[in-house]
C-alpha cells in the first residue's frame, strides 16, 4: 500500500480496512484525506488477494464531514473545479463490496461517505445527520438523493432541512444500516461480514453489487433486463461451473474468480 498520512491500512485475510484518521479533527474529510481514501480504495480494488473493503473512523466519529475550515472561503468555481466531488465518485465506481463501520458520528460528508458505501454497520452509539443547513448550504455528496431513496421524503426533509440527528435505532428502522451491535463489537461485526462476502465467488459478487446499484438508477424493465443478461453472462464463468458441480458433489465450492 502507499504511504498515507490522514488513513491507516490493515489487511485482514481477504479483507482490506482503511481506518479514516484525522481524529483531531473528528475525521474532517480534507481533500487529501479524500485522495488518500480512493487511492487506498483503488488500490484494495486493484488486489486480486482482497474480495472486500471495511472503511471506519474510531468509535467516536466516523467523519464530521468535508472540512469546513478547507471549503469556509471557496468560491463556487474553486468547488466546481476542486475535484473533490470526483472523489466520491470515484467511490461509487469500486468494483468490490465497502462495508461502512460507523460509530459515533456521521455528518455531512461523513454520512455521505457511508451511504456511497454498500452497507453500514453501526455502533449502538452511531449518529447520523446532514447539519449543513446549519452552515448555509445543503448536502452536496449525494444526501439529498441517496438519503431520500432509502428513508423516503419526509424523514429525508427533517434531516436535510432541520438537521434532525437520527440515532443507530432509528437509522436501522428506516433501512439505513444492516445491524447495530453494542460498541466495542462494531469493527469486528462489520470484519466478519466483509470476509464472509470476501469468501464467495468474486465475478458474481462483482455483478450482483452493479445489478443492486441498477435498481437505484433505472425504471424497473431496465432494470429487469439488465439482470437478465447479466445473469446469462454469469453462465460463461468457470465459477458457476464450479458452485453447481460443487453443490451437487456436496463439497465446497473452489472459486477461481474466472
Ligand atoms: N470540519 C473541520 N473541523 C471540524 C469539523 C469539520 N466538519 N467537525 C469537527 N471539527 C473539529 C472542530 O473544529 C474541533 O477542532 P478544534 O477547535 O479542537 O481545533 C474538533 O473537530 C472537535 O470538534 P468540537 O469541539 O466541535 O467537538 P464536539 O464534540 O463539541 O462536537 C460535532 C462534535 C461533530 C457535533 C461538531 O464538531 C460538529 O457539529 N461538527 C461540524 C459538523 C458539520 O457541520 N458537518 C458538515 C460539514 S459540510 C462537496 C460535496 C459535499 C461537501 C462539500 C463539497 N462538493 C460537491 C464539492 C460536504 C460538506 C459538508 O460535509
Not at 84 to 110: E, N, T
Not at 202 to 231: D, H, W
Request: hydrophobic share 45%.
Amino acid at each position: 500500500m502507499g504511504e498515507y498520512t490522514t488513513i491507516l491500512t490493515e489487511t485482514h485475510g481477504k479483507v482490506g480496512l482503511i481506518r479514516l484518521n484525522r481524529p483531531r479533527a473528528y475525521n474532517a474529510l480534507n481533500s487529501t484525506l479524500m485522495r488518500e481514501l480512493t487511492a487506498a480504495l483503488a488500490e484494495y480494488d486493484a488486489d486480486p488477494n482482497i474480495g472486500a473493503i471495511v472503511i471506519t473512523g474510531n468509535e467516536k466519529v466516523f467523519a464530521a464531514g468535508a472540512d469546513i475550515k478547507e471549503m469556509s472561503e471557496a468560491t463556487p468555481v474553486d468547488m466546481l473545479t476542486s475535484g473533490y466531488i470526483d472523489l466520491f465518485d470515484r467511490i461509487r465506481a469500486v468494483r468490490k463490496p465497502i462495508i461502512a463501520a460507523v460509530s459515533g458520528w456521521a455528518l455531512g460528508g461523513g454520512f455521505e461517505l457511508a451511504m456511497t458505501c454498500d452497507m453500514i454497520v453501526a455502533s449502538e452509539t452511531a449518529k447520523f445527520g446532514q447539519p449543513e443547513i446549519n452552515l448555509g448550504i445543503i448536502p452536496g455528496a449525494g444526501g439529498t438523493q441517496r438519503l431520500t431513496r432509502t428513508v423516503g421524503k419526509y424523514i429525508a426533509m427533517e434531516v436535510v432541512l432541520n438537521d434532525r440527528k437520527l440515532t443507530a435505532e432509528e437509522a436501522a428502522r428506516f433501512g439505513l444500516v444492516n445491524r447495530v451491535v453494542p460498541v466495542e463489537r462494531y469493527l469486528d461485526e462489520a470484519l466478519e461480514l466483509a470476509q464472509q462476502i470476501a469468501e464467495r465467488a468474486p465475478i458474481a459478487l462483482q455483478i450482483a453489487k452493479e445489478a443492486v446499484n441498477k435498481a437505484l438508477e433505472t425504471s424497473l424493465t431496465e432494470g429487469l433486463a439488465y439482470e437478465r443478461r447479466v445473469f446469462y453472462l454469469l453462465f460463461a464463468t468457470e465459477d458457476q461451473k464450479e458452485g453447481m458441480k460443487a453443490f451437487l458433489e456436496k463439497r465446497p465450492p473452489q472459486w477461481s474468480g474466472k
